[in-house]
């Protein structure tokens, strides 16, 4: 129970669980009170705090600022006046409540607050009424101002801080009126206009003049001014304006009358005609047919939808003087100097003595109406005073729109949100929302709305862009684990380590079994990858390719425009040939390091002889091998011709790591039967380990591995192609000029790739820019740089332009995506933060268990690879001297030891 809400003579007695239905942020939302009323009966109250995440800017302030105004003056009336209902039992508040910065003049945070509270007539009644009350609120900030985002408080801290954010016991609590005044018709007493140093004498006059009240003149606030103010004070200050829906009573309807009345009896009196010979009398007769106009006027509005409002400041410190003349001002003009229009001009009231300051505390904490500071208001017409139309009190119960002048302390959106499309939203909150993957929410309408995406759009692919820190990475790791955790198969390529290590540590319990590791920091244990390997025609000829395709990527990168000369056309075809010959036996397959023997050692070829496999190409380049020597140093003892074309390869065979991954024969990962089986593929090409260059090698060659396997899955009836997920994060560096061919072809073969990088002009092959705009279904583009935005900007006209893409904050992004099929509005999305971070536990253990099964002692490996790369001749000897045992078996049970024998089944 909340100690602190107890001093109100109340005390929080339950928080009531109910959910919103379709809401992200669903939760108990609605806190329940018990108070004792001034009469001693005991009150329920139920209320509820909206908090604001962020504002919109208004965008062309400067140009349009008059426009501006107008309209957002229009809109907050518009607003006030929906809520007008005939239950004096609510109340709403919106409360500026700045916590300032410690050591930082002017800085800080101020907490904007929708407030609402009803009396209940029961603790039972309490929800049912807050409900309604929820809802109704909801509807009408998501009608009225879209593009507000909140946060509904669901935990009762968060409430109470809101609710009670510094202890209202010792609390200084002032308060703005509306200037009133006794008017004496017959002389003329000049005031000052605004509230500072206004005589209170005249309440000894109460009983004489007409009672007047000058109704407050909106403008349009400047907000800025007033929370820099708020934030200069070094203590929080809470600004509040409360407005309670009220009728005009019948003897509040006849005293109004009655003042009206006293003007009209002037006007006859002092003669129906001014005298040009006492201009005194003029002036008294014109401001009293003004009175009759502002009464009546006065009269008339509040008979319509009177609210009554309540405009208060409080501190746990003493309140300085000049913030409160600056919210004074902020309410309204100052009084007018014409007599045709007596409005403007407020009263500031401090509590004068004990009594007076609990009941303004009382009444400030409690969103109730006050009760103290005196007033000069004959009987009947106490209320008045506080009584307004929605006119009145829009230039002060106003939700912050950022304007050219800015809004210190709170967060400001200058990007638009979009809503969620009819499509999205019925997918998301339908009868199988749970079973489509949750991206985040929609948070436009206010409160947030879950958005997903269906199995079946996803296979057209997802790719999110997006400068540093915006979120990529949370957001792929949040899809992955919804897709492990749905039973899906994926692999994730990640080229950091870090989204490798989270997902390592984050394995759902019951996708353990279904990992397969490939970290080539692992070096004991290295599993194994022959890209060579392959037992049909197509892939040999597609693995070829990809081949081709990695090494055309790697020597661009590497050489640039001179990238022609060191491998042109014959260096391709020497490659290319040679991998065929090397893919020529499926009993015997060559590794990459076999593949690069054939270039160092005068016959090492001939040991795919004769050819297992050979197609008339194939053939006729064995014919051309008998007349090539690679090895042959010309005169000048220039490089051989093997050596030139090898060196290339260099890095990749010689780099301890990739050479224990790629020279194994066999691999210990069927990538085809991974996918089929929708297995886990976690990948991680941390680059701190391995060299940039080799860690996008293994990269490339992972993607060529996945991409054959998929276009193997052209022999499988479609229904049989399981779908599978291809996560990689900074894509870039590992997309070669095949990954077009990819972006097209793998959703047919179930397939669906979900990318992310930085930027689009990163991408320096612009037709994997094009195939990425002509292919994917979902492009998520969070905030990016101008020249990237310009780029998208075509994608998303016309709902979002360059400026929201370029203004989008941390977390947020514009979405365009399809649904079924078919392509639907762009609409705003913000991410959820981050989860629970990885388990060590959870990451050795499911290490371990990869290891054991695909990774391979190193020993065996290195044996291995050495007898590979035997010469023809040796490779007979040894034939003929039988080798012992592989050590192999030795070396397993050695493993089985340090995994532990349960692991062993
Ligand atoms: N919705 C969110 N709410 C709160 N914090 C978030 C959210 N999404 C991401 N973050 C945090 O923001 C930081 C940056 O996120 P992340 O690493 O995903 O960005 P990124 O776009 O991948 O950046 P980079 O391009 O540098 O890799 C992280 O600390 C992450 O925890
Ligand atoms: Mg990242």
Request: with cysteine.
């Amino acid at each position: 129970m909340s100690e602190g809400l107890r001093h109100l003579r109340g005390k929080l007695l339950k928080q009531i669980q109910t959910t919103e239905p379709g809401s992200v942020a669903a939760g108990p939302y609605l806190f329940v009170f018990e108070r004792a009323s001034e009469r001693g009966e005991t009150v329920t109250h139920v209320a509820f705090a909206l908090r604001l995440v962020s504002c919109p800017a208004e965008r062309d302030w400067d140009r349009r600022r008059d426009e501006s105004e107008r309209r957002g003056l229009a809109l907050q009336t518009d607003f006030i006046n929906s809520l007008f209902c005939p239950d004096p039992e609510r109340t709403l508040a919106v409360r500026y409540l700045s916590t300032p910065q410690v050591g930082a003049v002017g800085a800080g945070r101020v907490d904007v607050v929708l407030l609402a509270k009803q009396r209940a007539v029961s603790a039972e009644g309490a929800r049912q009424e807050g409900m309604v009350l929820f809802r109704e609120i909801r509807a009408l900030l998501a009608g009225s101002m879209p593009d507000h985002e909140w946060q509904v408080a669901t935990d009762e801290t968060e409430f109470r801080r809101l609710w009670e954010p510094f202890p209202w016991t010792t609390a200084h609590v002032a308060e703005i009126r509306r200037r009133e005044d006794r008017v004496r018709l017959e002389t003329l007493r000049p005031r000052p206009c605004l509230g500072r140093g206004r005589p209170r004498e005249d309440v000894q006059d109460a009983a004489e003049g007409v009672y007047l009240v000058h109704p407050f003149v909106p403008r349009f606030s400047s907000l800025g001014r007033v929370l820099r103010m708020l934030l200069m004070h070094p203590h929080p200050v809470l600004w509040q304006v409360s407005l309670t829906p009220v009728w005009l009573s019948l003897l509040e309807e006849e005293a109004l009358e009655g003042e009206i009345a006293k003007c009209e009896a002037y006007l006859r009196e002092a003669g129906a005609t001014p005298s040009p010979s006492f201009p005194s009398q003029t002036v008294l007769h014109r401001r009293a047919l003004a009175m009759v106009h502002a009464l009546v006027g006065q009269l008339v509005r509040l008979q319509d939808a009177p609210f009554l409002l309540r405009m208060s400041l409080a501190s746990p410190e003493p309140l300085p003087r000049t913030l409160l003349e600056a919210l004074g001002v902020e309410a309204t003009g100052p009084v007018s100097g014409s007599l045709e229009h007596l409005g403007g001009g407020y009263d500031v009231l401090f509590a004068s003595d004990s009594e007076s300051a609990r009941q303004a505390r009382d009444s400030a904490s409690w969103l109730e109406p006050a009760a103290w500071g005196g007033s000069l208001a004959p009987a009947g017409l106490e209320r008045v005073r506080s009584l307004v139309d929605a006119v009145e009190s829009a230039g002060v119960f106003s939700l912050p729109v950022a304007t050219g002048d800015g809004l210190p302390g709170i967060d400001v959106r200058a990007a638009r949100s979009r809503h969620l499309p009819r499509e999205v939203a019925a997918l998301s909150q339908g009868p199988d929302a749970g079973t489509h993957l949750l991206l985040g929410s929609n948070p436009y309408l206010g409160l947030p709305q879950p958005v997903r995406l269906a199995d079946r759009d996803r296979r057209h692919h997802t790719y999110l862009v997006g400068q540093t820190g915006t979120g990529k990475t949370t957001l792929l790791k949040q899809m992955a684990l919804a897709d492990m955790a749905a039973g899906r198969g994926l692999a994730v390529i990640d080229p950091h380590g870090d989204l490798f290590e989270d997902l390592l540590g984050s394995i759902p319990e019951h996708r353990r079994e279904d990992v397969v590791v490939v970290d080539p920091t692992d070096i004991e244990f290295p599993i194994g990858l022959n890209v060579l390997e392959c037992s049909d025609d197509d892939s040999r000829y597609a693995m070829a390719r990809e081949m081709r395709g990695v090494m055309e990527r790697l020597m661009g990168d590497q050489y640039q425009h001179q990238a022609a000369e060191y491998t042109g056309p014959v260096f391709y075809q020497h490659m290319q040939m040679n991998m065929l010959l090397a893919m020529s036996d499926p009993d015997d397959p060559g590794t990459l390091l076999e593949f690069y023997q054939i270039f160092q050692s005068k016959d090492y070829w001939k040991r795919w002889l004769p050819l297992r496999w050979g197609d008339a190409k194939l053939n006729r380049w064995v014919k051309l091998l008998e007349g090539t020597d690679y090895t042959r140093r010309g005169s000048d003892n220039a490089a051989t011709m093997g050596e030139y074309l090898s060196t290339k390869f260099e890095d990749f065979v010689f780099d301890p790591r990739l050479r224990l991954i790629f020279g194994q024969k066999r691999s210990s990962v069927d990538i085809r039967a991974l996918m089929n089986d929708g297995k886990i593929l976690l990948v991680n090409l941390a680059k701190g380990k391995l060299t940039e260059a080799n860690a996008r090698f293994l990269g490339m060659v992972l993607m060529a591995m996945i991409q054959s396997a998929a276009m193997a899955r052209v022999h499988l009836p479609i229904e049989k192609r399981r779908p599978f997920y291809l996560y990689v994060d900074e894509f870039q560096s590992v997309a070669t000029e095949n990954f077009i061919l990819m972006l097209s072809e793998a959703r047919k073969f179930g397939l669906g790739l979900v990318l992310a990088n930085q930027f689009l002009s990163q991408i320096k092959d612009s037709r994997i820019t094009q195939s990425i705009f002509g292919n994917v279904g979902t492009l998520i583009a969070f905030r990016v740089s101008t020249a990237d935005a310009e780029m998208l900007e075509p994608q998303f006209a016309p709902y979002f332009d360059r400026h929201d893409l370029t203004n989008l904050s941390n977390w947020s992004a514009c979405v365009k995506t399809q649904v079924s099929g078919q392509v639907v509005t762009p609409f705003s999305l913000r991410t959820r933060g981050p989860d629970v971070g990885p388990e060590a536990a959870v990451f050795e253990a499911v290490k371990a268990r990869s290891r054991k099964r695909y990774g391979r002692p190193r020993a065996d490996v290195e044996a291995e690879i050495e007898e590979g790369l035997l010469g023809l001749r040796e490779r007979k000897e040894r034939a003929t001297t039988q080798p012992e045992p592989e050590t192999t078996d030795k070396l397993k049970l050695a493993l089985d030891e340090i995994m532990g024998r349960d692991d062993r089944a």
